[in-house]
């Protein structure tokens, strides 16, 4: 297969987890025959550093033109406390979403067998745990209409959605479940949003087509507790975005690393897939970020253009390493593995993995 690829590094330890994710992908270009063309973009603060925009209109056609996009990671600190910045990396990666209509963005939460004793929580709580949240992506309160007085003393952030925006998400997360354990969450704050009580509507209609799978309602600040309480209870969670953004870091938390934290972002047209992580600025230049998150978006990707047995190879490939602990020290403190040895560890179990594989 033939795909046109854009790489968009970004900050921080995007580029170094970014760099294992193509080395894979190029081991499995190799291995399968496939010729996959990689152009690079940048986004975020040193996008602003080179040109003032966070999304240079040449980065945008290149995802545009390209077909898929593979991210790094975005944000840098010294725009974080500064309330009057005018730009900010991250309005790069949300004004991409927008543009290329990213709706759906999927970030499955799975544990390692290997890491069950990574986990902060206990193992029977977390044995069997493997769900995937479906967070709405392109509107609600982060796209919403703001304001702030002249005074700057009132600010407010408008929440908005309509039925069509709700509907195609729906869509597509009850096929997810009826392909799964089929149940589908859908979680809320129903009982104070007026948002929330349409969504409750359109999804509990869309549901009607979709007989074989089980609609549940939970209120988002339930959903908080029972991701840590009964995590294994849950299949598929339909959520809008910023409960979507708070659940998954959250949900990241059970398998022991948030490094490990893979998503897709699906629309119309385009598709990007990236960590669910940040810029994680403080070890930026190490070699010590773990580069799985990147690497199992990169799976993700090939999932979405059909290559199933190839994205398997490179999630059999991630488990060799974890097996064999050749992780980076977020998985254990006291691995001397570097982020790219992981990278080369990963690609080389695809390259050389591929004949058994196969059989
Ligand atoms: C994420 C991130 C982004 C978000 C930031 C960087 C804008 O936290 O992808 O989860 O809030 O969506
Ligand atoms: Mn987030």
């Known amino acids: 297969m033939n795909l046109k690829l854009a790489l968009l590094p970004g900050d921080g330890i ?10 894979c992908l190029q081991a499995v270009e190799e291995a399968f025959g496939h010729n996959f063309v990689y ?5 975020g603060a040193i996008a602003i550093d080179k040109t003032g925009d966070p999304l240079p209109q040449s980065t945008l056609d290149l995802c545009q033109e390209a077909d898929a996009v593979l991210f790094g990671a975005i944000g840098d600190p010294k725009f974080d406390n500064d309330p009057n910045a005018k730009v900010r990396p991250e309005h790069g990666l949300l004004k991409l979403r927008k543009e290329l209509g990213l709706y759906a963005n999927i970030r499955p939460v799975q544990v390692f067998p290997t890491l069950i004793d990574n986990s902060p929580l206990k193992k029977e709580i977390i044995t069997g745990v493997d769900f995937v949240i479906y967070r709405e992506l392109t509107g609600g309160i982060y796209f919403g209409e703001k304001k702030i007085n002249e005074a700057g003393t009132v600010a407010s952030d408008l929440c908005e959605y309509s039925e069509l925006e709700i509907e195609r998400i729906a869509h597509l997360a ?3 479940a009826k392909n799964r354990k089929k149940r589908l969450t859908l979680v809320d704050k129903a009982n104070v949003l007026e948002s929330s009580r349409l969504w409750r509507k359109v999804v509990t209609k869309i549901g009607q087509s ?20 009964n995590p294994a209870l849950f299949d598929v969670i339909l959520t809008e975005n910023m409960f979507g953004d708070i659940l998954s870091d959250e949900g990241s938390v059970i398998g022991g690393s948030i490094g490990l934290l893979a998503s897709a972002s699906i629309g119309e047209n385009n598709a990007l897939f990236e960590p669910i992580h940040g810029s994680f600025p403080q070890a930026k230049g190490k070699d010590i970020a773990n580069p799985i998150a990147s690497i199992l978006s990169a799976a993700m990707l090939l999932e979405h253009f059909g290559l199933f047995e190839e994205a398997m190879l490179v999630r059999h490939s991630v488990d060799k390493s974890l097996e064999k602990g050749v992780v980076t020290p977020d998985l254990n403190n006291l691995s001397e593995y570097t982020t790219s040895q992981v990278g080369d560890f990963i690609a080389h179990t695809i390259e050389e993995s591929d004949d058994d594989f196969n059989m």
């Open 14 to 23: 995007g580029p170094e987890v970014l760099a294992q994710a193509v080395k």
């Open 39 to 43: 152009r690079e973009a940048v986004v």
């Open 210 to 229: 979709y007989p074989e799978v089980t609609l549940d309602f939970l209120f988002v600040d339930n959903a908080a507790m029972q991701i840590i309480l």
């Open 174 to 176: 009850f096929k997810a």
